[in-house]
């Protein structure tokens, strides 16, 4: 039986999932504090990734001479320029190797004793340094995907929109922020306020039996 606190944090998660919609429109006015743009991407790193290895790295484009770079990269998507950032969200090939720090933590903190860290730490290291390339980056896009859904979901918990983008051009992505060969571009997410007369477009889904089997593929 759930109580009322955990019934009133279920009632708003729902609610944010459900007012979530992608906003191309934004108020060029208003500008995110980077302060709380951390803590949006704080909350977002909760989620889960392969080994807790927490494989996203942020680049967050901000300012206005660096949006007017990002522009025509982005297919001159008008939400690059006139939302408060753009956040490139990237996957870490070698972000694997901070295993043993963030083990190291989770010990220090008391959520892990120091015999399971360092054999976790081992067979994680060995384990993820052998894996073929394409893996690795299969691997680091499944965890940036997660992290960028949260990072939706946080903004619009805070009153901000966002809207996801893969259209961009991935070389030139790298190629104009000096992106090293380690780091691969997942999606870029603007986050910004929403201009007051342009709300997103709400999208329709599939009926849930269509895209549902249950133990055996339909
Ligand atoms: C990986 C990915 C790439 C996307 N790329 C773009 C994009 O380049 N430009 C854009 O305006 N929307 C883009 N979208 C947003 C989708 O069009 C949008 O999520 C979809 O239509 C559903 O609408 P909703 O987000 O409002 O629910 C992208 C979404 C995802 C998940």
Known sequence: MSTVQEQ???????????????VRNYDPSVKIPDRELLEILEEASLAPSSSNT???????????KA?????PIANNQKQVLAASATIVVLGDLEGYKEIGRINEESVRKGYMPADFAKSFTENSLRLYSGLPAEKMKSI???DGALVSMQIM???????????PMGGYDQQKLIEEFRIPANLVPVMLISVGQAAADAPGR????LPIEDIVSWNELK
Request: no cysteine; proline share 0%.
């Open 8 to 22: 009133d944090v279920a009632e708003s998660y729902s609610s944010v999932v459900r007012a979530r919609r992608s």
């Open 54 to 64: 927490q494989t996203w790295r942020f680049l967050v484009i901000s300012d206005e």
């Open 67 to 71: 949006k007017e770079r990002l522009h």
């Open 140 to 142: 680091v896009q499944i």
């Open 153 to 163: 979901l946080s903004a619009k918990a805070r009153g901000y929109d966002t809207v």
């Open 202 to 205: 709400l999208t329709a889904r």
